[in-house]
């Protein structure tokens, strides 16, 4: 979506604004403004024109325009009815220089989780991956997956779902009659460029099975329809997004806010490293997101690892 068509969204969400008024403030013609209008009527808007001016009487239900209107926080939306993967083609996005653009679908055909592990995306759900360029060192980049987490998760609730956070990043809703813990709602897969001491581009893909039916998920999941009814993906995911963007605006805020969200700090949890088992309680997380876990030997620090959430002694 071009600036102009954002800077008219932002001026609509705020009323009625007359035809004059919007060429002197966007610096465009008056030509130029019914232009985007009917763009916009074309992308589905109900623009009606009153003696007061241009009013948005109806949005989209979903899609870049529906997203971006009334959204507080500065990202540009690219959408896709279907899509193969939103992480691939923010990535090359981000390889092409783009920064604050988020990719949004429907429907993912080629989605994957952490590990190259298949990931379910039927139509009906909040498939996307945010693109953007923070000022830190490579070490620090994992602080963002915890703060989408969170975003999430606080997205979630406020749809009616009891969600909490599975270290590091999986969204569940809690069930400890599972394998793992709960039932999974959303996943994170994190991606990121840079050199020695700078990050390029750090890419998040985060997927959220949202007016989904069950009978659709892969045993072991659960959607926002399942646990508390269908939901308006756009407002949920303008929710998701300025959140996101509230967090990365303050880094320091992050840790509080994902303790504040997560299931598994205080659990007895078995992490599975790269070559050795580890098990005990999740005491706390440590920048950038290490899990400390306080094991009969004395604590662990543990940056990466698959964590599960065993039922407590004498369970």
Known sequence: MNETRRALLDELSSGAVSGPALAERLGVS?????????????????????????VVAEVP???????????????????????????????DLAKAGER?????????????????????????????SIVFRPECPPAHAPIYTLAAAVATTRAAREAGVDASIKWPND??????????????????????????????????????????????????????????????????????????????????????????????????VRVELTNETIEGEAVDVEFPGALVVRTERGERVIHTGDCEHLRPVGE
């Not at 403004?33 to 009153?50: H, I, N, P």
């Not at 899609?63 to 959204?71: D, K, Q, R, S, T």
């Not at 994957?112 to 592990?117: A, E, H, M, S, V």
């Open 61 to 91: 239900e979903f899609g870049a325009g529906a997203v971006e209107y009334g959204l507080d926080a500065g990202y540009t939306i690219e959408y896709h009815d279907t899509i193969g993967s939103t992480n691939d083609r923010g990535r």
């Open 30 to 54: 008056r030509a130029a403004v019914w232009k985007q209008v009917e763009a916009l009527r074309d992308e589905g808007f109900v623009v009606e024109s009153t003696d007061a001016g241009y």
């Open 100 to 128: 604050d653009v988020v990719v949004l679908a429907d429907e993912q055909t080629g989605s994957r989780g952490r590990l190259r592990r298949a990931w379910t995306a039927p139509s009906g759900g909040v498939w996307l």
């Open 171 to 268: 969204v569940l809703v809690s069930d400890d009659t599972t394998e793992r813990g709960g039932r999974k709602l959303a996943g994170i897969l994190t991606e990121m460029e840079g050199e020695a001491n700078r990050v390029s581009w750090i890419l998040v893909g985060i997927g959220v099975n949202a007016n989904v039916d069950g009978a659709l998920l892969p045993a072991g999941a659960t959607s926002v329809r399942e646990e508390a009814g269908d939901v308006e993906r756009r407002l949920f995911v303008q929710r998701l997004l300025e959140t996101f963007d509230d967090l990365r605006g303050d880094p320091d805020t992050i840790l509080d806010a994902w303790r504040d969200h997560a299931d598994t700090l205080g659990r007895r």
